[in-house]
């Protein structure tokens, strides 16, 4: 069993909708996480960071972490079509530690 | 400011040959990580490397190897290649004090 799972989608939505992507993690250890964004053929690019459970907001974006049930969200609100890319959850144990723990990813198209 | 660069966008090889990728870290960043894409499983971490010193190292075996400069500059080595070595390999700086990496484009490998 994978560390962190992710749903790999694809999940497809109209445009303005609120998108909710998800992951659920194993390791208790996990302190801080990050939400990227990969568009087709480029690397991925730092979202959202979050250190322990709360929410945390950046215009459109919505982070949301619960420890208690080792589960992570990023919400997307007024999806628009520049948003279709695939979204990936992050997670490391400290502060400091470079190696990250990725989930496999999920492919998001927003439809016109 | 320039991003992290890596070099070469794309290459193919034949099983039992060798390759080195090439990452220049953004300006200022001393720590230099790897990680491999497959569509399976997701980004893997490989290893990292913070002043010219391996300080992490994810479950890949000994084929997989690298080094850092003194310019902070890294090259990543794969010998004996296999089929199942095809990926992206990315790249990712940080200052090597926080878990905020950025990351390149990408080298995508293709194992023949």
């Known amino acids: 069993q994978k560390e962190v799972e992710q749903d790999p989608g694809p999940l497809s939505v109209p445009e303005g909708a609120i998108v909710s992507l998800n992951c659920t993690y194993s390791?208790?250890?996990?302190?801080?996480f990050m939400w990227y964004r990969q568009y087709s053929r480029k690397g991925p690019e730092l979202l959202m960071y979050t250190y322990s459970s709360g929410n945390k907001e950046d215009g459109r974006f919505t982070a949301q972490v619960d420890k208690s049930s080792k589960y992570i969200s990023l919400f997307i609100r007024d999806s628009q079509p520049s948003d279709s890319a695939t979204y990936l959850c992050a997670m490391s144990d400290r502060f400091g530690n470079e190696k990250l723990t990725f989930g496999t990813g999920t492919r998001l198209t927003i439809i016109p | 400011k320039a991003g992290v660069t890596q070099t070469p966008r794309y290459l193919i090889k034949t099983r039992g040959q060798q390759v080195t990728l090439s990452c220049s870290p953004i300006?200022?960043?001393?720590?230099v990580s790897w990680y491999q894409q497959t569509p399976g499983q997701g980004l893997q971490f490989l290893f990292e490397?913070?002043?010219?010193?391996?300080?992490n190292k994810g479950n890949f075996p000994g084929r997989f190897s690298g080094r850092q400069f003194s310019n902070s500059r890294s090259e990543m080595n794969v010998s004996t290649l296999e089929l199942g070595d095809s990926a992206l390999y990315l790249c990712?700086?940080?200052?090597?004090?926080?878990?905020?990496?950025?990351f390149g484009a990408g080298t995508r490998l293709s194992v023949l």
């Open positions: 390791n208790s250890a996990f302190q801080y």
């Open positions: 990712a700086s940080s200052w090597g004090s926080q878990n905020i990496q950025y």
């Open positions: 490397y913070f002043s010219e010193t391996q300080r």
């Open positions: 300006s200022g960043h001393r720590s």
